[in-house]
């Protein structure tokens, strides 16, 4: 996935699940008291909450790399 395609994907809030070294990650959306939110984290776990891509792509790790790294494997 290219980063064109990812920024367009969270324009649209299209939900994304994707393995990485055998772990399985979820994208969501969601909106509570602060606006809008993209939650991201392993299947079945809470997910953190980011306030935009950018925040996400920072700040999120995955194996030692940030998610914006492993971004074009998926």
Known sequence: MTMDDFHFMVAVKKPLE???QGKTYNLTYGKDEKGDYIAFGRLYD????YRDAGELL???KIENHFFREVLEGI
């Open 18 to 20: 994707f393995t990485h």
């Open 46 to 49: 809470i997910p953190e909450k």
């Open 58 to 60: 920072n700040s999120v």
